[in-house]
């Protein structure tokens, strides 16, 4: 199994990124994907997750900015995110977990699988 993140940058607030998360080793279409983040400093938090069963879950923090989706056939994941601030700033990883998680997609010890991650930084 391996999931890897792409996308991340050095961006202005304001801008927009897609960060990719393209996963192997098992099906897709039976996983719930989430994203979570790591801010400087701060403990890792839950920003979006794609469950298995089409429906998408959002952080308070984030919702309206940013946007999960997924490409079954293309074992990729996505998240769209736009009006970037230094708040959003952190490493942005991928994680996978073969079942639905419904509101406890903020766990991390659901989540077997992780990919290394992808940094994001907001500044002007």
């Known amino acids: 199994v391996q999931l890897v993140e792409s996308g991340g940058a050095l961006v202005q607030p304001g801008d927009s990124l897609r960060l990719s998360c393209a996963t192997a080793?098992?099906?897709?279409?039976?996983?719930?994907v989430s994203w979570f983040r790591q801010a400087p400093g701060k403990e890792r938090e839950g920003v979006s997750c794609?469950?298995?069963?089409?429906?998408?879950y959002y952080a308070d923090s984030v919702k309206g900015r940013f946007v999960v989706s997924r490409d079954n056939g293309k074992n990729m994941v996505y998240m769209e995110i736009t009006d970037l601030t230094p708040e959003d700033t952190g490493v942005y990883y991928c994680?996978?977990?073969?079942?639905?998680?419904?509101?406890?997609?903020?766990?991390?010890?659901?989540?077997?699988?992780w990919g290394q991650g992808t940094q994001v930084t907001v500044s002007s």
């Open positions: 794609h469950s298995r069963d089409g429906r998408s």
């Open positions: 080793g098992f099906a897709l279409n039976y996983a719930s």
């Open positions: 994680a996978a977990a073969l079942s639905v998680l419904g509101t406890n997609w903020r766990n991390q010890a659901l989540y077997p699988y």
